[in-house]
């Protein structure tokens, strides 16, 4: 059973900066594609920033320009830079497979946008 762990979540003011980070508990980043996904209270997960195993990214309109999905298999992690947060970012930011998220999803990681 593959179990992904999300960090780097936080409290940040408008217009600041985080760095997510997803590890697996064993390699499973150079067999499949990856997403991160957010979900906000009230609202239904969608799906965010996708990277093939050849590193292909694809961003959601409300994100492209802002965010950076980036793999390092040798670690077995996926990151998300995420600049310029807004305050409709804020949301739990989970990782798992893509198109398909096959894997138990992880507890998240929270993140903030508020002044």
């Known amino acids: 059973q593959v179990q992904l762990v999300e960090s780097g979540g936080g409290l940040v003011q408008p217009g600041g900066s985080l760095r997510l980070s997803c590890a697996a508990s064993r390699s499973i980043f150079t067999i499949n594609a990856m997403g991160w996904y957010r979900q906000a209270p009230g609202k239904q997960r969608e799906l965010v920033a996708t990277i093939t195993d050849s590193g292909v990214t694809n961003y959601a309109d409300s994100v492209r320009g802002r965010f950076t999905i980036s793999r390092d298999n040798v670690k077995n992690a996926v990151s998300l830079q995420m600049n310029s947060l807004k305050p409709e970012d804020t949301a739990v930011y989970y990782c798992?497979?893509?198109?398909?998220?096959?894997?138990?999803w992880g507890q998240g990681t929270q993140v903030t946008v508020s002044s």
């Open positions: 798992n497979a893509w198109p398909f998220p096959r894997f138990s």
